[in-house]
Every structure is written in C-alpha cells, then in structure tokens.
C-alpha cells in the first residue's frame, strides 16, 4: 500500500488549521453537503453486513456505522485512518457499495478513478457518483473556488469503460439557488446543485465469452 502523509512547507503532517479551505465547508457547501447526507447513508446501508467505501470531500458529515471505510479528500489523496493515493488500500472485490462524493477527480484522473473503484466493487455492488451541476444557479455560490462540475455523460462514459453500467438516469439533489438543505432526489439533475448517478458492476462480462464444445468421439461420447 502506498501511504502518503500530508506535509506543511516544513515537512511535518499538516494540521487542520494548514489545509487550504474548502468551499464545501462555507455555509453554501454544507447546505449541499447536508443534503447528500441522507442518500448516502441510505446508499452505505443498503447492502447490511457488506464492507463499504465512501470517498468523501469534507469529513464533517453523519457517521455511517457498519463495516466500512470513510476517506477524505486531502491535496491529490486521501486521508482518514490510512492516508493514501491510488490505488486504493483495499483488496479486489471486497465492498460492496462505493460512494464518490464530489471527489471524481482527486489524485488520478476521472477515468482511473472510476475504474480502481469497480476493482473494489463485488460483482453485483453499486457505485454512487455525486457531482455538482454545471447548469444549476447554485454555480454561482461556488464561483471563485477551486471546485469543478460536470455534467452526467462524461462520467457515463467512464463508468462503461470499467466494466459499470450506470442507470440511465441521474437524479438531482440539494438547492437550485437558496442556501438551504434540500434532501429530497429528483428525476434528473434540473436545476438542482448537485446530481447522483448510480452504476452497478456487472456479474457477467461485458463480451459473452464463447462456450467451448468439449471434443467428442465415435457416436457423441466426450473424448475426455
């Protein structure tokens, strides 16, 4: 496992009080932030006594319980109780629900990312995408800070390319402009702040594999 702790300009573990801000943490990023909260709890809890991994931007969120590993976004890795780049210090196939929060594009590009998630995901499990909405009024709050949006078909994408197959429809959830907690999903992003996208990794390939015809001999008896 590749461990990378988080240093000030003097070469010690940086504090909370040297980490650059986040807009996650003004008053307009909690908003949002409180209301992910209930859909991702939901998202960790839907597959009860299976390991989970939630990728989160801002630690001051609800505690989950379960089995489970939560990881902050810090510079271009993640801190929590490892501190780490990619890849990830989990083993193949062993959770089965990864929820990335906000964080699509932290240490490996959006692509690589996607794809060391579907390494950890069982066949069967569920990655849940959160990310803000670039045509939502909400940009406005955000304006300024080193945050990006995306819309849903890029990470679409992504998302096949690893083997995922998302739903064909994200969901909008938080505010439109007020700064106010806004729980509820809606089909679609529209003009919510963030959207959600969920994908499931695939039991089955995605190229049917060719059934191999075992050799027989004289009147179809199998040779071996």
Same mark, same amino acid.
């Given at each position: $496992? ?8 003097? +070469? ?19 908003? /949002? ?47 929590? #109780? ?24 932290? +240490?490996?590009?959006?692509? *690589? /990312?996607? *794809? =060391? ?13 959160? *990310? ?11 304006? +300024? ?20 197959? #998302? ?12 700064? =106010?907690?806004?729980?509820? /999903? ?22 049917? $594999? ?6 027989? $001999?004289?009147? +179809?008896?199998? *040779?071996?």
């Amino acid at each position: $496992m590749r461990t990378m702790p988080s240093r000030s300009p003097t +070469g010690q573990p940086a504090g909370p009080s040297e980490r650059s801000p986040s807009w996650f943490e003004s008053a307009a990023g909690q908003a /949002l932030i409180g209301s992910e909260t209930d859909s991702i709890l939901a998202a960790l809890h839907e597959r009860e006594g299976h390991g989970w991994l939630w990728l989160a931007t801002t630690g001051s969120q609800g505690a989950p319980g379960g089995r489970g590993l939560r990881l902050t976004a810090a510079g271009s890795g993640w801190d929590g #109780p490892v501190r780490c780049q990619t890849p990830l210090p989990l083993a193949n196939e062993s959770v089965a629900t990864v929820v990335v929060q906000h964080a699509g594009q932290r +240490g490996a590009g959006a692509g *690589a /990312l996607v *794809a =060391e998630c579907a390494r950890v995901l069982v066949p069967g499990g569920r990655l849940w995408l959160y *990310a803000l909405n670039p045509v939502s009024p909400y940009r406005l709050r955000w304006t +300024g800070w080193a945050v990006q949006a995306s819309e849903p078909m890029p990470w679409r994408r992504h998302l096949r390319e690893a083997g995922l197959q #998302p739903d064909a429809i994200s969901q909008g959830v938080g505010p439109r402009w007020r700064i =106010e907690t806004s729980p509820a /999903l809606q089909q679609g992003p529209g003009l919510r702040a963030a959207w959600v996208l969920r994908a499931e990794k695939r039991v089955v390939p995605l190229t049917p $594999m060719r059934q191999v015809i075992p050799l027989r $001999m004289g009147d +179809g008896v199998p *040779a071996a």
